[in-house]
């Protein structure tokens, strides 16, 4: 069955110290996800990929960067992780084919800052 | 820009009540519309989509039709039951390819 698989599913990290969240998907789709999720902010995007070497700025990449080595695989690295970055984080695949658009999301990768 | 609207941020029903939840969008032309679901410890998961005027999606119970003229994706359920307390998203995608989220209604089911 196609999916997203996410790891951790939960971290601790100290701040200053570098994070990587991996996320690898079997759907075969050519757009990836990552979101952090907080409450009372929903879901917001950090990066998002179109390939393999391809990635994109979302809307609060500040603080996060991104690696797309293949279609698989789509990592979130947090080289100097702070407690504002404490949070959930989801990854997702995607193949935005309009009346046919699928969107995958993992369960998710619960993040704590201290 | 485009974007969604969720005016409840939260409903609280009880069981086999109705179940109506708000969506209206922003955007130019016919973009794709959804609703997701998320139950805790989850990612989200489609429910369903649609991407034209007056097309009905269903799933689960639940159903929502596009409505063009209202800009509207109201999401619908005759009678709710205690398994589908969750979080719902109503959300587009348009000619970015980016999914724009509404910001999300929790159902909560009162015992």
């Known amino acids: 069955e196609a999916a997203v698989t996410q790891s951790p599913r939960n971290k601790v990290a100290v701040t200053g110290g570098k994070v990587t969240l991996s996320c690898n998907q079997t759907?075969?789709?050519?757009?990836m996800y990552w979101y952090r999720q907080d409450t009372g902010h929903g879901l917001r995007l950090i990066h998002y990929?179109?390939?393999?070497?391809?990635?994109e700025k979302g809307d609060i990449p500040d603080g996060y960067k991104a690696s797309r080595p293949s279609q698989e695989n789509f990592s979130l690295i947090l080289e100097l992780a702070t407690p504002s970055q404490t949070s959930v984080y989801f990854c997702?695949?995607?193949?935005?084919?309009?009346?046919?658009?699928?969107?995958?999301f993992g369960s998710g990768t619960r993040l704590l800052v201290i | 820009g485009d974007s969604v609207t969720q005016t409840e941020g939260q409903v609280a029903l009880s069981e086999e009540d109705f179940l109506t939840i708000h969506c209206n969008y922003s955007?130019?032309?016919?973009?794709?519309l959804f609703w997701y679901v998320q139950y805790p410890g989850e990612g989200p998961q489609l429910l369903f989509r649609a991407s034209r005027d007056k097309e009905k999606g269903s799933s689960r119970g639940f159903e929502a039709t596009y409505d063009k003229g209202t800009t509207s994706f109201h999401l619908r359920k005759a009678s709710v039951q205690e398994s589908d307390s969750a979080v719902y998203y109503c959300?587009?995608?348009?000619?970015?390819?980016?999914?724009?989220w509404g910001s999300g209604t929790k159902l909560i089911i009162k015992p």
């Open positions: 959300a587009l995608i348009h000619s970015n390819y980016q999914l724009i």
């Open positions: 990929s179109y390939g393999a070497g391809s990635t």
């Open positions: 955007a130019s032309g016919y973009p794709t």
């Open positions: 759907n075969n789709h050519n757009n």
């Open positions: 997702a695949s995607g193949d935005p084919g309009g009346a046919d658009s699928d969107y995958t």
